[in-house]
């Protein structure tokens, strides 16, 4: 009896040990935000005549911070402590789902394909919703672009904004100075972008992690003022207006045309609607993300795409392997650059003007925290933290208004509770046979 009440007792003596850390830690946290808010909040000024001023306390919005903090560290911990427990059972499971989710990756991705080629017709659309899939769809465009340089190769590119301000504003100079139509100059922005992202491949050849990071940002933000002040090519700050749109194979969406053109609506025998534009290039820019996918699913399995993959598992190893890293870089780069100018080209006849404005670095960041929290190296993962990051926003005026903060937060959560990305498994490039031995 004198044993069981012994175990007893110290069972009962474990969770004041287990807990007391956790207490004085939330208390500790709680201190420090009262000794913080206390000047900022709790001593208010004001102004009482005579050019004198007075001290309003506000004690108790600093018991509130403190208890706040406090409430929220304490849960925190704790939520912390029970996932530990539980990790290797959660574990378990996400595995369990990321084999499922492979094994029925198909059906998923036809499903998802099949929506999006249905959305401008179903009842409960709209031309906010489609514009909305449209931003949706040349951000996933950029996202499996910069995947190929950040997810696949492993280079920290934070100026990919660049190639999407080149591809841009080739198009723009080309219908400006040559009369380029949007399907003419679609090319070239491609080419242009790629060959903007061989220049910036080698002057980072012998770069790795934070200082290959360093000289993207300073080209996209070199790419950025030379758009700024190059003036009498770019339009400086004015940018370059009456971009033409596309056309449905020759046959301009207006309601109107030049005698001997036919409109779209006329040769269909189709009422007049602005909508007919907004859903054609809703389609195009489907179709441009569609072929990104293949492109890039296809290209994994070839020789340069595996060889990205171990460039970015360890450079070293790859050179022993007889892999240059030299060309794969270079490739690497050209290719994701490619993608950007084709996404620059779309976005510039869609909205028919550009400027610098467009492609702050804010851009960049968008793009990567995309491929970040969708899981380097997954093109699902992509597609689920582009319509997060893009819808999110529109949902209402205060989360527009904290945008940044709801990046900066997912971004830490995702880090701490997933570090490879909300879809963190992916495929093998290649499977090896087994082979009976008799």
């Known amino acids: 009896m004198t044993a069981a009440s012994g175990i007893a007792s110290g069972q009962a003596a474990r969770p004041p ?9 939330a208390v500790l946290a709680a201190l420090v935000a009262v000794l913080l808010a206390l000047p900022l909040v709790g001593l ?16 108790d919005w600093v018991a509130l911070a403190g208890a706040t903090v406090f409430a929220g560290r304490l849960a925190l911990r704790v939520v912390d402590r029970l996932y530990r427990s539980r990790e290797q059972r959660g574990s378990a499971v996400l595995a369990r789902l990321a084999v499922w989710g492979s094994r029925q990756m198909l059906p998923i991705t036809l499903v998802g394909i099949g929506f999006a080629v249905a959305l401008p017709f179903l009842p409960f659309s709209s031309r906010y919703l489609i514009d909305l899939g449209t931003t949706v769809l040349i951000y996933v465009m950029l996202g499996w672009g910069l ?19 080149v591809g841009a504003y080739t198009f723009g100079l080309l219908a ?14 491609g080419l242009v972008a790629a060959s903007f992202g061989v220049v ?31 003036a009498p090519v770019t339009g400086g700050p004015n940018g370059i207006g009456e971009i033409p749109r596309p056309s449905f194979f020759g046959l301009p969406f207006a309601r109107s045309a030049p005698e001997g053109v036919t409109t779209f609506h006329q040769f269909f025998g189709l009422e007049f609607s602005p909508d007919h534009r907004v859903i054609f290039l809703y389609f195009v820019i489907l179709a441009m993300a569609l072929v990104t996918n293949l492109f890039t699913l296809r290209i994994r399995r070839l020789p340069v795409g595996r060889a990205w993959e171990a460039l970015r598992e360890d450079e070293v190893a790859c050179r022993a392997l007889g892999i240059n ?3 794969v870089k270079l490739s ?33 960041a968008t793009i990567l925290a995309i491929v970040v929290l969708g899981g380097m190296g997954s093109q699902m993962g992509v597609v689920l933290a582009a319509i997060l990051l893009v819808s999110l926003p529109e ?5 527009a208004e904290f945008r940044m903060l709801i990046f900066g937060a997912a971004m830490v959560g995702v880090m701490v509770w997933r570090p490879r990305g909300l879809i963190s498994h992916r495929e093998p490039t290649l499977r090896l046979g087994t082979v009976r031995v008799r």
């Open 17 to 25: 040990a287990l807990w007391a850390p956790i207490l004085k830690d």
């Open 44 to 59: 208010q000024t004001y102004d009482i005549g005579g050019g004198a001023l007075g001290i309003r306390t506000h004690f």
């Open 147 to 165: 995947n190929v340089v950040v997810g696949l190769a492993g280079l920290l590119d934070l100026g990919y904004v660049a190639f999407y301000a």
């Open 176 to 189: 400006q100075d040559l009369g380029f139509t949007f399907w003419e100059a679609l090319p070239f922005s």
């Open 200 to 230: 910036l491949g080698f002057p980072v050849l012998r770069l790795r992690g934070d200082y290959l990071a360093i000289v993207t940002l300073g080209f996209g933000e070199i790419i950025r003022i030379v758009l700024l002040n190059w």
């Open 325 to 327: 890293p030299t060309t």
């Open 332 to 364: 690497a780069f050209a290719i994701g650059a490619m993608f950007g100018g084709f996404a620059g080209c779309f976005f510039a006849t869609r909205q028919g003007f550009i400027s610098p404005e467009s492609f702050t670095f804010i851009e960049s």
């Open 395 to 399: 949902f209402g005026r205060a989360l």
